[in-house]
């Protein structure tokens, strides 16, 4: 079983839609959580984290993890064609040495 | 503030040839990666580097080999390139571990296409 697994898309949407991207994980001793968003021939930069359960928002992005069904989820309000990129969920294995692994990946087109 | 640098950007090789990528960073970090990106496989790591002359291995280490001779720099080689081995490499760098959250520092990427 994979650590993270991520549906690839791709997903398009119309400007102004809420977008909803997830992943799910298998262990349940994960403590941190990322996304990273990757516009095209870039490197992945990171957008949000988040530590255990719960929510975080940053303008118009919202992080949520939900530990006991393993499932974390960026949100996108007010979605704008500059959303458009691939969105890779990470997470962060503290056994052994400090590891991220992430998922494949889900291509966004927001479409003006 | 340049960050992590890759060289080359592209490069194209012939099955069997060897050639390294570099990566330097200017940021102080410790820890440096290198992944490969393919389409449906994601990002996986190849090696990586606890400091100044030390590397380990990652997931798919096999075909490659790395050196840290400078704490800014981490190079990857490949000594007998295989048409496998097309792929786009990352490499990343990510300070001390006190307080660590996961942020990764990446490169643009460099595209390697083996014939």
């Known amino acids: 079983q994979k650590e993270v697994e991520q549906d690839p898309g791709p997903l398009s949407v119309p400007e102004g839609a809420i977008v909803s991207l997830n992943c799910t994980y298998s262990n349940s001793a994960f403590q941190y959580f990322m996304w990273y968003r990757q516009y095209s021939r870039k490197g992945p930069e990171l957008l949000m984290y988040?530590?255990?359960?719960g929510n975080k928002e940053d303008g118009r992005f919202t992080a949520q993890v939900d530990k006991s069904s393993k499932y974390i989820s960026l949100f996108i309000r007010d979605s704008q064609p500059s959303d458009s990129a691939t969105y890779l969920c990470a997470i962060l294995n503290s056994g052994g040495y400090q590891k991220v692994t992430f998922g494949i990946g889900t291509k966004l087109q927001v479409i003006p | 503030n340049a960050g992590v640098t890759q060289t080359p950007k592209f490069r194209v090789l012939k099955t069997g040839q060897s050639m390294t990528l570099l990566c330097a960073q200017d940021?102080?970090?410790?820890?440096m990666y290198w992944y490969r990106q393919d389409p449906g496989m994601g990002l996986r790591l190849i090696h990586y580097?606890?400091?100044?002359?030390?590397?380990a291995k990652g997931e798919v280490p096999d075909g490659y080999n790395v050196s840290r001779l400078k704490k800014q720099n981490f190079l990857l080689g490949l000594e007998s390139a295989a048409p496998s081995q097309t792929s786009v490499y990352f490499c990343?760098?990510?300070?001390?571990?006190?307080?660590?959250?996961?942020?990764?520092?990446f490169g643009e990427g460099s595209r390697l296409t083996v014939l």
């Open positions: 940021m102080n970090h410790e820890y």
């Open positions: 990343a760098s990510s300070p001390p571990l006190a307080g660590w959250y996961g942020e990764l520092f």
């Open positions: 580097s606890v400091g100044e002359g030390t590397t």
């Open positions: 988040t530590y255990s359960s």
